[in-house]
């Protein structure tokens, strides 16, 4: 998409919950949906994507809701949420810890591990979803981080919600490529602040800055059909072989990062109204494609909709499908 859509409940308390329920089961994932107190339920929300980052700004009335096993084994986005709290107060909870926020702190889930979310009064929340193979974490870390408030330091710690805010702010008056940077640039601004909360052992290693900067290269060189594993050993002076353990680690490869991103930036490119003088073909030849029949079938292997027929559906819907 090339800006974020809106949405706002409307209609009886009922209806308003049902349609609450069925926009974010579609763009935060399967949860259930529980209105906390006797007043009117209200809630609206903008949401998109900046690169591989999604984001979603949320404004409700006290409501709660929860994702048990039975509804993430009907969902397979392998998702690490950051929620920055903005305005009221909401517990989190997982894994046996509970965590309240106030305006100003933050704190992460586990998309693939039950947890709930209790708003406790009118609430304000910036909601991002990252890969979990893009925070680079090792195997159990993830469960050492959840449900556990941040924000309280200062260092990067206190950055987090700051350069939220201010992406949120802006995110509608950048072009696709500058948001797709500052996505890169949020997800590594979180990374550090993890690393800086002393819960992982030890900085960064040499491969893992190696696996960093690989990967920002990637993403600022997309457009050239040439990008390959071969192009980025001899730019970073290190053998093919090495690249390969260095992404090794997060179970991937090279090449599946960079066919990954280009199609996250077509993805965008046919959600924007502004481009449908362009051909789906034409598109996919700007971001380093070069043969329409592999593009095709690399794109319904991702978003699961044959590339014409995602386009359709994302501009008649305002929104991404996924």
């Not at 009118?122 to 981080?145: D, K, N, T, Y």
């Not at 290693?205 to 001899?234: C, G, K, M, P």
Request: hydrophobic letters at 40%.
């Amino acid at each position: 998409m090339s800006s974020s859509s809106q949405f706002n409940t409307q209609g009886t308390p009922q209806e308003r919950l049902n349609q609450w329920g069925h926009l974010i089961w579609e763009v935060v994932g399967r949860l259930d949906t529980h209105v906390l107190g006797d007043g009117p339920f209200e809630a609206s929300a903008m949401f998109g994507h900046a690169g591989s980052l999604q984001y979603c700004q949320l404004d409700s009335t006290p409501h709660r809701v929860e994702r048990g096993l039975a509804l993430i084994a009907r969902d397979d986005r392998d998702l690490i949420k950051l929620v920055v709290q903005q305005q009221g107060r909401a517990v989190f909870s997982q894994g046996g810890r509970d965590a309240l926020l106030e305006p100003g702190q933050w704190a992460l889930y586990d998309t693939r591990r039950p947890y709930s979310v209790s708003n406790l009064t009118q609430v304000r929340q910036l909601v991002m979803m990252v890969p979990r193979a893009e925070l680079s974490l090792r195997a159990g870390e993830i469960g050492q981080l959840t449900a556990r408030g941040f924000g309280h330091a200062g260092g990067v710690d206190r950055m987090v919600p700051a350069y939220f805010s201010r992406l949120f702010a802006e995110i509608n008056a950048v072009q696709d490529s500058a948001r797709a940077e500052l996505g890169n640039i949020a997800v590594h601004l979180l990374r550090m602040a993890l690393s800086e909360t002393g819960n992982k052992s030890q900085m960064p290693s040499v491969r893992e800055t190696l696996r960093f900067q690989i990967q920002e290269f990637v993403q600022q060189n997309l457009v050239n059909v040439e990008l390959s594993v071969d192009t980025v050993a001899t730019r970073f002076r290190c053998s093919k072989r090495h690249i390969h353990a260095v992404f090794s680690e997060e179970g991937s490869t090279l090449g599946q990062f960079i066919w990954r991103s280009r199609l996250a930036r077509i993805r965008d490119a046919l959600g924007d109204s502004r481009l449908l003088h362009r051909s789906v073909t034409e598109i996919a030849y700007q971001w380093g494609f070069n043969n329409a029949a592999h593009f095709s079938k690399a794109f319904k292997a991702q978003y699961g909709l044959p590339p014409t027929r995602y386009r359709a559906e994302a501009l008649a819907n305002g929104a991404s499908v996924r």
